[in-house]
Protein backbone atom coordinates (compact mmCIF):
# COMPACT_ATOMS: atom_id res chain seq x y z
CA UNK A 1 0.00 0.00 0.00
CA UNK A 2 0.82 3.73 -0.82
CA UNK A 3 2.74 5.38 2.12
CA UNK A 4 -0.04 7.65 3.82
CA UNK A 5 1.14 10.32 6.30
CA UNK A 6 -2.51 10.31 8.18
CA UNK A 7 -2.76 7.93 11.24
CA UNK A 8 -4.96 4.63 10.95
CA UNK A 9 -8.47 4.50 11.60
CA UNK A 10 -7.19 1.93 14.43
CA UNK A 11 -4.42 3.73 15.82
CA UNK A 12 -6.58 7.33 16.27
CA UNK A 13 -9.48 5.18 18.11
CA UNK A 14 -7.06 3.27 20.01
CA UNK A 15 -5.61 6.97 21.77
CA UNK A 16 -8.87 7.99 21.42
CA UNK A 17 -10.46 5.51 23.14
CA UNK A 18 -7.54 5.48 25.83
CA UNK A 19 -7.33 9.33 25.94
CA UNK A 20 -10.72 9.38 26.68
CA UNK A 21 -10.10 6.51 29.80
CA UNK A 22 -7.43 8.56 30.86
CA UNK A 23 -8.99 11.73 31.30
CA UNK A 24 -11.86 10.36 32.74
CA UNK A 25 -9.68 9.43 35.19
CA UNK A 26 -7.94 12.35 35.54
CA UNK A 27 -11.10 14.51 36.19
CA UNK A 28 -12.53 11.38 38.47
CA UNK A 29 -9.05 11.71 40.40
CA UNK A 30 -9.77 15.70 40.80
CA UNK A 31 -12.92 15.46 41.44
CA UNK A 32 -13.05 12.73 43.86
CA UNK A 33 -9.71 13.89 45.63
CA UNK A 34 -11.82 17.14 46.18
CA UNK A 35 -14.69 15.65 47.96
CA UNK A 36 -12.50 12.76 49.53
CA UNK A 37 -10.15 15.53 51.08
CA UNK A 38 -13.46 17.61 52.58
CA UNK A 39 -14.94 14.57 53.91
CA UNK A 40 -11.56 13.77 55.34
CA UNK A 41 -11.30 16.47 56.55
CA UNK A 42 -14.72 16.28 58.40
CA UNK A 43 -14.04 12.95 58.92
CA UNK A 44 -10.86 13.69 60.57
CA UNK A 45 -11.91 16.41 62.67
CA UNK A 46 -13.97 14.50 64.37
CA UNK A 47 -12.57 10.85 64.49
CA UNK A 48 -9.43 13.35 66.76
CA UNK A 49 -12.43 14.94 68.76
CA UNK A 50 -13.35 11.29 69.42
CA UNK A 51 -9.90 10.05 70.27
CA UNK A 52 -9.53 12.82 72.30
CA UNK A 53 -12.60 12.44 74.58
CA UNK A 54 -11.49 8.75 75.15
CA UNK A 55 -8.33 10.42 76.48
CA UNK A 56 -9.97 13.44 77.99
CA UNK A 57 -10.59 11.08 81.32
CA UNK A 58 -7.05 10.59 82.12
CA UNK A 59 -6.11 13.83 80.31
CA UNK A 60 -7.57 15.28 83.08
CA UNK A 61 -6.15 13.00 85.57
CA UNK A 62 -2.48 14.11 84.51
CA UNK A 63 -3.56 18.27 84.28
CA UNK A 64 -5.28 17.89 87.90
CA UNK A 65 -2.58 16.03 89.51
CA UNK A 66 0.04 17.80 87.28
CA UNK A 67 1.28 14.23 86.48
CA UNK A 68 3.45 14.12 83.53
CA UNK A 69 3.78 10.57 82.93
CA UNK A 70 -0.13 10.07 82.45
CA UNK A 71 0.39 13.26 80.36
CA UNK A 72 3.04 11.82 78.13
CA UNK A 73 0.52 8.52 77.32
CA UNK A 74 -1.79 10.29 76.26
CA UNK A 75 -0.18 12.42 73.90
CA UNK A 76 1.74 9.38 73.29
CA UNK A 77 -2.10 7.78 72.46
CA UNK A 78 -2.76 11.03 70.45
CA UNK A 79 0.26 10.76 68.10
CA UNK A 80 -0.51 7.02 67.30
CA UNK A 81 -2.89 8.42 64.93
CA UNK A 82 -1.56 9.13 61.39
CA UNK A 83 -3.34 12.10 60.80
CA UNK A 84 -2.45 13.79 64.70
CA UNK A 85 0.53 16.72 63.88
CA UNK A 86 1.09 17.57 66.97
CA UNK A 87 -0.82 17.07 70.95
CA UNK A 88 -0.30 18.93 74.08
CA UNK A 89 -1.13 19.14 77.44
CA UNK A 90 -1.10 21.67 79.69
CA UNK A 91 -2.32 22.91 82.76
CA UNK A 92 -1.95 26.52 84.82
CA UNK A 93 0.77 24.84 87.12
CA UNK A 94 3.74 23.44 85.81
CA UNK A 95 2.50 20.72 83.72
CA UNK A 96 3.54 20.60 79.72
CA UNK A 97 3.54 17.73 77.71
CA UNK A 98 4.06 17.82 74.00
CA UNK A 99 4.71 15.90 71.29
CA UNK A 100 5.29 17.20 67.42
CA UNK A 101 5.88 15.11 64.00
CA UNK A 102 7.34 18.18 62.23
CA UNK A 103 9.83 20.23 63.28
CA UNK A 104 8.17 23.29 61.86
CA UNK A 105 4.75 23.24 63.94
CA UNK A 106 3.51 26.06 61.43
CA UNK A 107 2.72 22.71 58.72
CA UNK A 108 -0.25 21.73 60.98
CA UNK A 109 -2.14 25.10 61.37
CA UNK A 110 -5.21 23.38 62.26
CA UNK A 111 -5.71 22.69 65.70
CA UNK A 112 -8.63 21.65 68.02
CA UNK A 113 -8.45 22.32 71.80
CA UNK A 114 -10.48 20.81 74.50
CA UNK A 115 -10.49 22.16 78.03
CA UNK A 116 -10.15 19.71 80.73
CA UNK A 117 -11.48 19.77 83.92
CA UNK A 118 -11.14 18.31 87.05
CA UNK A 119 -11.90 14.99 87.83
CA UNK A 120 -13.92 15.67 90.88
CA UNK A 121 -15.39 19.30 90.04
CA UNK A 122 -17.04 19.73 86.35
CA UNK A 123 -16.59 23.40 86.90
CA UNK A 124 -13.10 23.69 87.80
CA UNK A 125 -10.79 24.26 84.51
CA UNK A 126 -7.69 21.80 85.67
CA UNK A 127 -5.69 22.16 81.60
CA UNK A 128 -5.96 22.09 77.95
CA UNK A 129 -5.53 19.41 75.89
CA UNK A 130 -4.78 20.59 72.04
CA UNK A 131 -4.14 18.19 69.24
CA UNK A 132 -3.25 19.49 65.65
CA UNK A 133 -4.49 17.43 62.04
CA UNK A 134 -1.96 16.85 59.98
CA UNK A 135 -3.57 18.32 56.61
CA UNK A 136 -0.73 16.67 54.53
CA UNK A 137 -1.55 13.34 55.73
CA UNK A 138 -5.09 13.76 55.04
CA UNK A 139 -4.63 15.07 51.73
CA UNK A 140 -2.44 12.11 51.29
CA UNK A 141 -5.51 9.74 52.63
CA UNK A 142 -7.66 11.04 49.84
CA UNK A 143 -5.11 11.12 46.95
CA UNK A 144 -5.07 7.24 48.10
CA UNK A 145 -8.12 6.40 48.36
CA UNK A 146 -9.48 9.14 45.26
CA UNK A 147 -6.71 7.44 43.34
CA UNK A 148 -7.74 4.17 44.04
CA UNK A 149 -11.22 5.04 42.57
CA UNK A 150 -10.07 6.78 39.58
CA UNK A 151 -7.73 3.46 38.66
CA UNK A 152 -10.99 1.06 38.69
CA UNK A 153 -12.89 3.48 36.55
CA UNK A 154 -10.01 3.49 34.08
CA UNK A 155 -9.79 -0.06 34.20
CA UNK A 156 -13.90 0.01 34.12
CA UNK A 157 -13.66 2.04 31.59
CA UNK A 158 -10.84 0.20 29.86
CA UNK A 159 -12.92 -2.83 28.90
CA UNK A 160 -16.34 -0.94 27.08
CA UNK A 161 -13.78 1.00 25.31
CA UNK A 162 -11.53 -2.02 24.27
CA UNK A 163 -14.86 -4.08 23.08
CA UNK A 164 -16.25 -0.60 20.70
CA UNK A 165 -12.20 -0.63 20.11
CA UNK A 166 -12.86 -3.76 18.68
CA UNK A 167 -16.16 -3.57 16.99
CA UNK A 168 -15.46 -0.46 14.84
CA UNK A 169 -12.26 -2.35 13.77
CA UNK A 170 -14.09 -5.93 12.80
CA UNK A 171 -17.49 -3.53 11.33
CA UNK A 172 -15.29 -0.30 9.54
CA UNK A 173 -12.13 -0.75 9.14
CA UNK A 174 -11.38 -4.42 8.29
CA UNK A 175 -14.66 -3.89 5.62
CA UNK A 176 -13.03 -0.27 4.50
CA UNK A 177 -8.92 -1.95 4.30
CA UNK A 178 -11.06 -5.06 1.96
CA UNK A 179 -12.67 -2.46 -0.36
CA UNK A 180 -9.40 -0.59 -0.88
CA UNK A 181 -7.66 -3.54 -1.20
CA UNK A 182 -9.91 -4.80 -4.19
CA UNK A 183 -9.81 -0.85 -5.69
CA UNK A 184 -6.36 -0.84 -6.05
CA UNK A 185 -6.19 -4.54 -8.03
CA UNK A 186 -8.88 -2.90 -10.10
CA UNK A 187 -7.89 -2.10 -13.63
CA UNK A 188 -10.26 1.65 -14.82
CA UNK A 189 -12.80 0.64 -17.11
CA UNK A 190 -12.27 -3.25 -16.79
CA UNK A 191 -15.15 -5.44 -16.01
CA UNK A 192 -14.05 -6.13 -12.37
CA UNK A 193 -16.41 -5.38 -9.69
CA UNK A 194 -16.25 -5.15 -5.44
CA UNK A 195 -17.18 -8.42 -3.98
CA UNK A 196 -19.45 -7.75 -1.19
CA UNK A 197 -18.32 -8.33 2.41
CA UNK A 198 -18.10 -12.21 3.28
CA UNK A 199 -18.32 -11.49 7.01
CA UNK A 200 -19.82 -8.42 9.08
CA UNK A 201 -21.54 -7.04 6.56
CA UNK A 202 -23.15 -3.66 7.64
CA UNK A 203 -25.81 -1.51 5.49
CA UNK A 204 -23.07 1.37 5.32
CA UNK A 205 -20.29 -0.83 3.97
CA UNK A 206 -23.08 -2.61 1.87
CA UNK A 207 -23.72 0.70 0.43
CA UNK A 208 -20.66 2.24 0.14
CA UNK A 209 -19.41 -1.35 -2.10
CA UNK A 210 -22.70 -0.92 -4.20
CA UNK A 211 -22.31 2.70 -4.44
CA UNK A 212 -18.33 1.90 -5.66
CA UNK A 213 -19.70 -0.59 -7.77
CA UNK A 214 -22.57 1.65 -9.56
CA UNK A 215 -19.15 4.09 -10.20
CA UNK A 216 -16.79 1.46 -11.46
CA UNK A 217 -19.87 1.07 -13.98
CA UNK A 218 -20.23 4.11 -14.74
CA UNK A 219 -16.17 4.57 -15.65
CA UNK A 220 -16.11 1.56 -17.48
CA UNK A 221 -19.11 2.34 -19.97
CA UNK A 222 -17.48 6.32 -19.88
CA UNK A 223 -13.86 4.39 -20.85
CA UNK A 224 -15.14 2.49 -23.07
CA UNK A 225 -17.47 5.02 -24.89
CA UNK A 226 -14.63 7.01 -24.94
CA UNK A 227 -11.81 4.37 -26.52
CA UNK A 228 -14.52 4.24 -29.37
CA UNK A 229 -14.94 7.72 -29.97
CA UNK A 230 -10.83 8.29 -29.82
CA UNK A 231 -10.78 5.81 -32.54
CA UNK A 232 -12.86 6.84 -34.91
CA UNK A 233 -11.39 10.39 -34.17
CA UNK A 234 -8.25 8.70 -35.47
CA UNK A 235 -10.16 7.33 -38.24
CA UNK A 236 -11.75 10.83 -38.88
CA UNK A 237 -8.19 12.41 -38.63
CA UNK A 238 -6.83 9.98 -41.40
CA UNK A 239 -9.93 10.62 -43.83
CA UNK A 240 -9.50 14.45 -43.23
CA UNK A 241 -5.72 13.81 -43.61
CA UNK A 242 -6.45 12.69 -46.99
CA UNK A 243 -9.39 14.02 -48.15
CA UNK A 244 -6.69 17.19 -47.99
CA UNK A 245 -4.27 15.96 -50.27
CA UNK A 246 -6.52 13.64 -52.54
CA UNK A 247 -8.66 13.99 -54.82
CA UNK A 248 -12.28 12.84 -53.40
CA UNK A 249 -13.60 11.55 -56.57
CA UNK A 250 -10.62 9.62 -57.86
CA UNK A 251 -8.48 8.97 -54.56
CA UNK A 252 -5.65 10.40 -56.74
CA UNK A 253 -3.29 13.19 -54.99
CA UNK A 254 -4.81 16.74 -55.85
CA UNK A 255 -2.38 20.29 -56.75
CA UNK A 256 -1.38 20.56 -53.48
CA UNK A 257 0.10 16.78 -52.49
CA UNK A 258 1.36 17.27 -55.92
CA UNK A 259 3.06 20.32 -55.73
CA UNK A 260 4.40 18.68 -52.70
CA UNK A 261 5.45 15.68 -54.34
CA UNK A 262 7.02 17.65 -57.41
CA UNK A 263 9.75 19.82 -54.84
CA UNK A 264 10.73 16.92 -53.41
CA UNK A 265 11.11 14.78 -56.32
CA UNK A 266 13.06 17.92 -57.95
CA UNK A 267 15.14 18.00 -54.48
CA UNK A 268 15.95 14.21 -55.00
CA UNK A 269 16.46 14.49 -58.68
CA UNK A 270 19.30 17.43 -58.45
CA UNK A 271 21.00 15.56 -55.61
CA UNK A 272 21.84 12.63 -57.59
CA UNK A 273 21.67 13.90 -61.09
CA UNK A 274 18.34 12.32 -62.13
CA UNK A 275 16.19 13.09 -65.60
CA UNK A 276 12.73 13.73 -64.63
CA UNK A 277 9.49 14.51 -66.57
CA UNK A 278 6.21 16.14 -65.71
CA UNK A 279 3.65 15.57 -68.18
CA UNK A 280 0.26 17.82 -67.74
CA UNK A 281 -2.74 15.82 -69.34
CA UNK A 282 -6.37 17.62 -70.65
CA UNK A 283 -8.91 14.89 -71.48
CA UNK A 284 -10.17 16.08 -75.12
CA UNK A 285 -13.66 15.00 -75.54
CA UNK A 286 -14.87 15.14 -71.33
CA UNK A 287 -17.22 18.15 -71.07
CA UNK A 288 -19.47 16.58 -74.03
CA UNK A 289 -19.97 13.38 -72.21
CA UNK A 290 -20.43 15.62 -68.73
CA UNK A 291 -22.73 17.85 -70.24
CA UNK A 292 -24.92 15.38 -72.52
CA UNK A 293 -24.40 11.99 -70.70
CA UNK A 294 -24.74 14.15 -66.53
CA UNK A 295 -22.50 14.12 -63.55
CA UNK A 296 -22.83 10.46 -63.11
CA UNK A 297 -21.25 9.09 -65.87
CA UNK A 298 -18.91 12.10 -66.40
CA UNK A 299 -17.54 11.37 -62.70
CA UNK A 300 -17.70 7.46 -63.35
CA UNK A 301 -15.68 8.41 -66.80
CA UNK A 302 -13.13 10.08 -64.50
CA UNK A 303 -12.08 7.62 -62.09
CA UNK A 304 -12.10 5.06 -64.98
CA UNK A 305 -9.38 7.44 -66.49
CA UNK A 306 -7.50 7.11 -63.03
CA UNK A 307 -7.91 3.56 -62.56
CA UNK A 308 -6.08 3.59 -66.30
CA UNK A 309 -3.31 5.86 -65.45
CA UNK A 310 -2.27 4.44 -62.61
CA UNK A 311 -2.18 0.99 -63.31
CA UNK A 312 0.37 2.34 -66.56
CA UNK A 313 2.46 4.20 -63.97
CA UNK A 314 5.40 3.08 -61.95
CA UNK A 315 4.48 2.63 -57.99
CA UNK A 316 6.62 5.31 -57.44
CA UNK A 317 5.34 7.94 -60.32
CA UNK A 318 2.82 10.53 -59.13
CA UNK A 319 -0.57 10.49 -61.18
CA UNK A 320 -2.43 13.29 -59.72
CA UNK A 321 -5.77 14.92 -60.50
CA UNK A 322 -5.19 18.92 -60.41
CA UNK A 323 -9.32 20.01 -62.14
CA UNK A 324 -11.83 19.03 -64.17
CA UNK A 325 -10.82 17.14 -66.75
CA UNK A 326 -6.51 17.64 -65.74
CA UNK A 327 -4.38 14.99 -64.95
CA UNK A 328 -0.54 15.67 -63.89
CA UNK A 329 2.33 12.78 -63.91
CA UNK A 330 5.56 13.06 -62.19
CA UNK A 331 7.79 10.70 -64.28
CA UNK A 332 11.26 10.20 -62.05
CA UNK A 333 14.44 8.18 -62.83
CA UNK A 334 14.39 8.75 -66.53
CA UNK A 335 17.18 6.97 -68.45
CA UNK A 336 16.68 10.06 -71.25
CA UNK A 337 14.36 12.36 -72.71
CA UNK A 338 13.23 9.74 -75.20
CA UNK A 339 11.54 6.99 -72.00
CA UNK A 340 9.84 10.02 -71.39
CA UNK A 341 8.43 10.66 -74.87
CA UNK A 342 7.40 6.95 -74.89
CA UNK A 343 5.56 6.82 -71.99
CA UNK A 344 3.32 10.13 -72.78
CA UNK A 345 2.56 8.36 -76.42
CA UNK A 346 1.70 5.15 -74.31
CA UNK A 347 -0.87 7.10 -71.91
CA UNK A 348 -2.00 8.87 -75.07
CA UNK A 349 -2.67 5.43 -76.67
CA UNK A 350 -4.35 4.11 -73.77
CA UNK A 351 -6.42 7.05 -72.89
CA UNK A 352 -7.70 6.91 -76.81
CA UNK A 353 -9.11 3.32 -76.24
CA UNK A 354 -12.79 3.60 -75.11
CA UNK A 355 -14.35 3.55 -71.98
CA UNK A 356 -17.21 1.59 -70.73
CA UNK A 357 -19.12 3.37 -68.65
CA UNK A 358 -22.65 1.40 -67.48
CA UNK A 359 -23.77 1.01 -70.95
CA UNK A 360 -22.11 3.57 -72.80
CA UNK A 361 -18.78 3.39 -74.82
CA UNK A 362 -16.99 6.78 -74.50
CA UNK A 363 -14.20 7.65 -76.99
CA UNK A 364 -12.47 10.49 -75.77
CA UNK A 365 -8.41 11.66 -76.53
CA UNK A 366 -6.65 13.24 -74.34
CA UNK A 367 -4.10 15.77 -74.68
CA UNK A 368 -0.60 15.78 -73.30
CA UNK A 369 2.62 18.46 -72.60
CA UNK A 370 5.86 17.51 -71.36
CA UNK A 371 8.30 19.68 -69.64
CA UNK A 372 11.58 17.85 -69.13
CA UNK A 373 13.80 18.16 -66.12
CA UNK A 374 16.45 19.73 -66.08
CA UNK A 375 16.28 20.81 -69.73
CA UNK A 376 13.19 22.95 -69.40
CA UNK A 377 13.20 24.28 -65.88
CA UNK A 378 14.90 23.34 -62.65
CA UNK A 379 12.34 24.43 -60.15
CA UNK A 380 8.70 23.07 -59.47
CA UNK A 381 7.14 26.82 -61.03
CA UNK A 382 9.01 26.53 -64.29
CA UNK A 383 8.38 23.07 -64.94
CA UNK A 384 4.98 23.07 -64.39
CA UNK A 385 4.32 26.42 -66.14
CA UNK A 386 6.12 24.42 -68.98
CA UNK A 387 4.41 21.36 -68.69
CA UNK A 388 0.88 23.71 -69.01
CA UNK A 389 2.35 25.30 -72.06
CA UNK A 390 3.43 22.19 -74.05
CA UNK A 391 -0.22 20.80 -72.98
CA UNK A 392 -1.81 23.84 -74.64
CA UNK A 393 0.61 23.47 -77.99
CA UNK A 394 -1.06 20.15 -77.78
CA UNK A 395 -4.68 21.26 -77.88
CA UNK A 396 -3.51 23.44 -80.37
CA UNK A 397 -2.22 21.24 -82.53
CA UNK A 398 -5.43 19.28 -83.18
CA UNK A 399 -6.01 17.55 -79.71
CA UNK A 400 -5.36 13.92 -79.31
CA UNK A 401 -1.52 14.09 -79.42
CA UNK A 402 1.99 14.71 -77.10
CA UNK A 403 4.03 18.10 -77.21
CA UNK A 404 7.47 18.28 -75.73
CA UNK A 405 7.90 21.74 -74.49
CA UNK A 406 10.08 23.67 -77.15
CA UNK A 407 12.63 26.43 -75.72
CA UNK B 1 -52.03 9.99 126.60
CA UNK B 2 -48.86 7.69 126.58
CA UNK B 3 -46.30 8.09 125.45
CA UNK B 4 -43.61 4.57 124.76
CA UNK B 5 -40.22 4.33 126.61
CA UNK B 6 -38.00 3.82 123.70
CA UNK B 7 -39.28 6.87 121.98
CA UNK B 8 -38.55 9.18 124.88
CA UNK B 9 -35.25 7.55 125.04
CA UNK B 10 -34.58 8.26 121.51
CA UNK B 11 -35.46 11.52 121.79
CA UNK B 12 -33.25 11.72 124.64
CA UNK B 13 -30.20 10.09 123.73
CA UNK B 14 -28.22 12.23 120.51
CA UNK B 15 -27.76 8.82 118.44
CA UNK B 16 -23.95 8.26 118.10
CA UNK B 17 -24.99 6.58 114.16
CA UNK B 18 -27.43 9.52 113.21
CA UNK B 19 -23.73 12.19 113.40
CA UNK B 20 -22.59 11.50 109.83
CA UNK B 21 -20.06 14.28 110.00
CA UNK B 22 -16.56 14.02 109.17
CA UNK B 23 -13.64 15.83 110.65
CA UNK B 24 -10.37 16.65 109.38
CA UNK B 25 -8.08 16.42 111.89
CA UNK B 26 -4.57 17.60 111.64
CA UNK B 27 -1.51 18.54 115.14
CA UNK B 28 -2.91 20.81 117.38
CA UNK B 29 -0.64 23.63 116.90
CA UNK B 30 0.62 22.10 113.35
CA UNK B 31 1.72 23.55 110.62
CA UNK B 32 -2.06 23.52 109.16
CA UNK B 33 -4.78 25.77 110.70
CA UNK B 34 -7.86 25.24 108.31
CA UNK B 35 -8.43 24.21 105.36
CA UNK B 36 -11.16 24.57 102.52
CA UNK B 37 -13.29 21.30 101.39
CA UNK B 38 -11.38 22.24 98.19
CA UNK B 39 -7.77 22.35 99.59
CA UNK B 40 -8.90 19.04 101.50
CA UNK B 41 -9.77 17.30 98.34
CA UNK B 42 -6.89 18.35 96.41
CA UNK B 43 -4.87 17.22 98.87
CA UNK B 44 -6.37 13.78 99.01
CA UNK B 45 -6.29 13.62 95.15
CA UNK B 46 -2.91 14.49 94.79
CA UNK B 47 -3.05 17.77 92.72
CA UNK B 48 0.68 18.53 92.67
CA UNK B 49 0.13 22.56 92.59
CA UNK B 50 -1.88 22.11 96.23
CA UNK B 51 0.65 19.30 97.22
CA UNK B 52 3.54 21.48 96.72
CA UNK B 53 2.19 24.28 99.25
CA UNK B 54 2.89 21.34 101.92
CA UNK B 55 6.00 19.46 100.89
CA UNK B 56 6.25 17.41 104.10
CA UNK B 57 2.62 16.87 104.74
CA UNK B 58 1.56 13.59 105.58
CA UNK B 59 -2.04 12.32 104.58
CA UNK B 60 -3.61 9.37 106.04
CA UNK B 61 -6.48 7.19 104.64
CA UNK B 62 -7.90 3.65 105.47
CA UNK B 63 -6.81 0.27 104.14
CA UNK B 64 -10.26 -1.31 102.75
CA UNK B 65 -13.65 0.28 102.00
CA UNK B 66 -14.93 0.97 104.85
CA UNK B 67 -18.19 2.84 105.55
CA UNK B 68 -15.78 5.79 107.05
CA UNK B 69 -13.90 6.02 104.00
CA UNK B 70 -17.20 6.05 101.70
CA UNK B 71 -18.71 8.41 103.09
CA UNK B 72 -15.61 10.51 103.11
CA UNK B 73 -15.03 10.34 99.59
CA UNK B 74 -18.88 10.61 98.40
CA UNK B 75 -19.06 13.95 100.60
CA UNK B 76 -15.33 15.35 99.32
CA UNK B 77 -15.77 13.94 96.05
CA UNK B 78 -18.71 13.01 94.78
CA UNK B 79 -17.10 10.14 93.93
CA UNK B 80 -17.86 6.19 94.64
CA UNK B 81 -15.09 4.14 96.16
CA UNK B 82 -14.56 1.74 93.12
CA UNK B 83 -13.99 5.19 90.99
CA UNK B 84 -11.62 6.50 93.58
CA UNK B 85 -9.85 3.30 93.66
CA UNK B 86 -9.56 3.09 89.69
CA UNK B 87 -8.26 6.88 89.52
CA UNK B 88 -5.50 5.86 92.20
CA UNK B 89 -5.01 2.45 89.61
CA UNK B 90 -4.36 4.53 87.04
CA UNK B 91 -1.85 6.88 88.64
CA UNK B 92 0.01 4.00 89.79
CA UNK B 93 1.52 2.60 86.68
CA UNK B 94 2.86 6.14 86.30
CA UNK B 95 5.19 5.68 89.27
CA UNK B 96 4.64 8.77 90.25
CA UNK B 97 1.41 8.75 92.09
CA UNK B 98 1.32 9.73 95.32
CA UNK B 99 -1.91 8.22 97.13
CA UNK B 100 -2.61 8.62 100.76
CA UNK B 101 -0.59 6.34 103.31
CA UNK B 102 -3.17 4.03 104.12
CA UNK B 103 -4.08 3.37 108.07
CA UNK B 104 -5.76 0.50 109.92
CA UNK B 105 -8.05 2.24 111.84
CA UNK B 106 -8.95 5.74 113.77
CA UNK B 107 -6.98 5.08 116.39
CA UNK B 108 -3.90 4.45 114.56
CA UNK B 109 -4.92 7.98 112.96
CA UNK B 110 -5.22 10.03 115.42
CA UNK B 111 -2.00 8.60 117.55
CA UNK B 112 -0.18 9.49 114.33
CA UNK B 113 -1.48 12.92 114.34
CA UNK B 114 -0.81 13.33 117.98
CA UNK B 115 2.79 12.04 117.78
CA UNK B 116 3.31 14.21 114.25
CA UNK B 117 3.17 18.46 113.42
CA UNK B 118 2.64 17.83 110.07
CA UNK B 119 -0.25 14.99 109.69
CA UNK B 120 -3.71 15.47 107.91
CA UNK B 121 -6.20 12.47 108.80
CA UNK B 122 -10.44 12.09 108.67
CA UNK B 123 -12.00 10.69 111.30
CA UNK B 124 -15.97 10.40 112.46
CA UNK B 125 -16.76 13.56 113.92
CA UNK B 126 -17.39 12.15 117.37
CA UNK B 127 -14.01 10.61 117.27
CA UNK B 128 -12.39 14.03 117.83
CA UNK B 129 -10.41 13.99 121.10
CA UNK B 130 -9.25 17.43 122.16
CA UNK B 131 -5.76 17.04 121.43
CA UNK B 132 -6.53 17.10 117.85
CA UNK B 133 -7.45 19.96 115.67
CA UNK B 134 -10.25 20.34 113.16
CA UNK B 135 -9.17 22.05 110.21
CA UNK B 136 -12.65 21.28 108.13
CA UNK B 137 -16.03 19.58 109.04
CA UNK B 138 -17.63 17.40 105.93
CA UNK B 139 -21.83 17.52 106.64
Known sequence: MNFNPHPSLHSRLFWIVAGSSVVIGGITLLLMFFIAFQNNIQENKSQINRLMQAVEYSAAIAAFTGNAEVANDVIKGLMLDETVCGAQLFNNDQLHAASVKYADTSTCPEAILHTLYSPFDGAEVVGYLETRIDISAVKARSYRESGKLALALIVLLLIPNYVIWLAVSRLVVRPIETLTQQLEEIEPGSTARLAPATTYETKEISQLTHKSNSLLENIESVLVYERAQRNEIEMLKVLYENMAHHDSLTGLPNRALLNDRLVQMLLQAKRSNELCALIYLDLDKFKPVNDTLGHDVGDALLKAVAERLLRMMRKSDTVARVGGDEFVVILHSLHNAQEANDIAHKVLHALAQPFSIGKHTLNIGSSLGVALYPQHGEDAETLSKNADIAMYAAKGAGRNNVQLFKL | ?139
Open chain 2, 1 to 139: MRIPLYFLLMLALPPAYADSRIAIVTHKGGAIDSLTRKQVADIYMGRGAELRKHPDLLVLDYQGDSKLRERFYLALTGKSLPQINAYWARLAFSGQANPPRRMTDEAAVLQSIKRNPDVLGYVDFPKVSDDVAVALTLE
